[in-house]
């Protein structure tokens, strides 16, 4: 990503954040804010305002980076709606609508996209008491929820954060329950994989569309 902002790299033919424009587009979004900072004029010159793509996008600029939720901090205009945030990184096939009626159904003030994820010991595992061998487990699988980088935020929540600061968005939730606001997860089943690293774009360019 030295010469390419990580958005930008192509997955069948496509930047990986035209794959979560289209797919939001389909699922009836129409507007769109995007956040840049590293080689922004790259995603800015392709994207441009969104018409040639049916949609309309703009742009907030970061003069420094301000991690997964900073940019939040300089919005012009705050929605008066729910917003849904979503990683530059994330392809997936969730069902927006059905993630925002999660987030009405429950009163959420902020709702995270999670996902069951499942990692294996590559090997065997001795269970000791003091020094004492008591049993052995061949290879086990830990379950874990892990943050899948897609959320629903009240705009009330933006009022929480200092202007032009910082911010990853698992702060904005642990901020948000500090205050006695109403924190949800959603599950997300289905297509969804994180390109953040090289094995994982490599994985996302193999799969079939």
Known sequence: TEHCPKPMLEVHGKPVLEHIILKAKAKGFSNFIVSTHHLGDVIEGYFGDGSRFGVAVSYLKEETPLGTAGCLTILKKVPKLPMIVVNGDVLTDVNYADMLHHHE????????????????????????ENLDIVGFEEKPVYDSVVNAGIYVLDPKVIDLLDKKSRYDMPEVFERAIEKGLTATAFFIGGAWLDIGR????????????
């Open 105 to 128: 159904k429950y009163e959420a003030n902020v709702t995270m996209g999670v996902r069951q994820h499942q990692i294996q010991n590559p090997f065997g595992v001795v269970v000791l």
């Open 198 to 209: 090289p094995d994982d774009l490599r994985l996302a360019r193999m799969q079939t569309r």
